[in-house]
């Protein structure tokens, strides 16, 4: 009797390890095949994305930005570039070598280019920018840059660039810039998909926060 209880007891034994085993396996192969799902997703939006915004690059393709640089702006420029010229901070400076006002930094202007496209094309690399100065802009004035694609040539896009004061609609800067801009494609969407994917802890069991 001692010995077919006992056998009973380890058959029991073993069907409680075999049913725990087997659950194990499936919540294991559902969180793999979840995380594998979203993997996926991320991937095919990233691949989306990167043609949306190649599509985006045509000749006439036109991106704008407004801005207006008040005192502390180019006080801060003035302070990290080391350009001490008094007529960009000083009202008195800026009468005295006959201005109405002071100036915004002419490099100020022109880094609103690279801004509006570094914003707009993750990734980007400027690789050129040539830039003429026709009019002066006064602290406080209301700005609109605008970048145009001119043409594009694989991942190498040419812009012309253009600042102008917003009231008045004169030119202040123009220019051409080169950019390196790479799209994500249907390769790098599949090699995304095809990596290894992490099927640690699910959530609650040992998953910390950022």
């Known amino acids: 009797m001692q010995c077919r209880s006992l056998g009973r007891r380890l058959r029991l034994l073993s069907a409680v390890c075999e049913a725990s085993s087997c659950t194990h396996s499936s919540i294991h192969g559902r969180t793999c095949r979840i995380t594998t799902a979203a993997a996926q997703a991320t991937s ?3 691949a989306s994305a990167g043609h ?3 599509a985006t690059l045509r000749p006439g393709f036109v991106l704008t930005t407004n ?3 008040g005192a502390d702006d180019v006080a801060a420029f003035a302070a990290l570039t080391g350009d001490t010229n008094p007529i960009h901070t000083s009202s008195a400076a800026a009468a ?3 201005l109405p006002g002071t100036l915004v930094p002419g490099l100020l202007l022109a880094s609103l280019f690279p801004a509006i ?3 707009h094309f993750p990734g980007a690399l400027y690789l050129s920018q040539t830039l003429k100065f026709k009019r002066h802009a006064l602290v406080g004035d209301a700005l609109v840059a605008q970048i145009t694609v001119e043409r594009r040539s694989g991942s190498r896009v040419t812009f012309q660039t253009l600042c102008f004061n917003s009231a008045s609609g004169e030119t202040l800067v123009e220019g051409t810039a080169l950019a390196l801009i790479r799209p994500v494609d249907a390769a790098s969407a599949a090699a995304a998909r095809e990596a290894p994917i992490d099927t640690g802890p699910a959530s609650g069991e040992g998953a ?3």
């Open 44 to 46: 095919e939006a990233a």
């Open 208 to 210: 910390g926060s950022t």
């Open 67 to 69: 801005r207006h640089f």
């Open 96 to 98: 005295a070598a006959g």
């Open 52 to 54: 949306a915004a190649a």
């Open 117 to 119: 496209i570094g914003s």
